[in-house]
């Protein structure tokens, strides 16, 4: 048996990390940017340990192989490391020696998932701003339907159910701007009632209390723009940009705010 050249020793290791970083991403396709910036660090750790070890291994094992066949061991072996870990939400039956060789792994990818997250919510919450008004909140959300609805798939449309969200935060802030613009209690129950998304006893304990409903309406629409913004982050459409309303728009009802786009 040749002994392993340096030259072999790091070509291995550079296939094996460049290969760990293309199981890595897609992994995490239509889950978030595992090079992101809360996640950037550990997306690197977790290449260039996972690469090490596949290495590592492809090495070791070259007593039993030639030199290119250890190399070639040492590129493929990361992709077995993301298949088991994608495949392990399936298996019920799981190995306990498996399970404890790879637990600094599965750590690793939790913590990265969590830093993935954040970098979600934080790329959200940054195209929402607190200080619109119901009017405002509503062309903001028709904007990013938009913008958002030409991006996507028909397929990734309908996974994402982007239309449905975008009807659930016109009908709550229908009913938010009704109760704005001093609607009776009796106009506010029917306009709760004349549609699915606001036909919810979540909403008829605050009848008594107006002002406290229109905040509630306004949170859930807000939250429903958010989960319409994370769809655009998941399909990797990061540059949709900020919007900016040119002027505030006041008028009874939303419809006409969203008349005077």
């Known amino acids: 048996m040749q002994p392993v050249s340096a030259a072999q020793v790091g ?14 991403l ?9 090079f992101g910036p809360g996640g950037r660090r550990l997306a690197i750790v977790i290449t260039i340990l996972t690469g090490c070890v596949s290495a590592g291994v492809a090495l070791a094992s070259a007593a039993l192989l030639n030199q290119h ?3 070639v061991l040492g590129a493929i072996a990361p992709s077995g490391l993301w298949l088991s870990q994608m495949r392990a939400k399936e298996d019920e039956r799981r190995s306990l020696a498996r399970e404890a060789a790879t ?3 599965v750590s690793l990818l939790a913590r990265l998932d ?14 929402v701003d607190d200080s619109w008004n ?4 509503s062309l903001a959300a028709h904007r990013y339907h938009e913008r958002i609805a030409e991006r996507l798939t028909p397929e990734e449309r309908r996974r994402e159910r982007v239309h449905a969200r975008l009807d659930a935060i016109e009908r709550r802030l229908d009913v938010a701007a009704l109760v704005e613009d001093g609607g009776t209690r009796s106009k506010v129950v029917t306009a709760l009632n004349g549609s699915r998304h606001t036909r919810m006893a979540r909403y008829e304990r605050y009848l008594n209390d107006l ?4 905040g509630v309406l306004r949170h859930d629409a807000e939250s429903d723009l958010l989960r319409l913004l994370a769809s655009a982050y998941r399909s990797g459409y990061r540059s949709l940009p900020m919007y900016s309303p040119s002027a505030p728009v006041r008028e009874n009802g939303v419809g006409r ?4 786009r």
């Open 211 to 214: 002002t406290r409903l229109h």
């Open 26 to 34: 897609l992994r995490c396709q239509g889950k978030g940017r595992p």
């Open 114 to 127: 969590q830093a993935m997250a954040e970098d979600q919510r934080v790329w959200c919450e940054k195209r």
């Open 103 to 105: 637990f600094w792994l």
């Open 134 to 137: 119901v009017y405002e909140l």
């Open 69 to 71: 066949l250890a190399t």
């Open 11 to 24: 070509l291995t290791v550079v296939l094996a990390i460049v290969s760990a970083v293309g199981f890595l």
């Open 257 to 260: 705010a969203r008349q005077a």
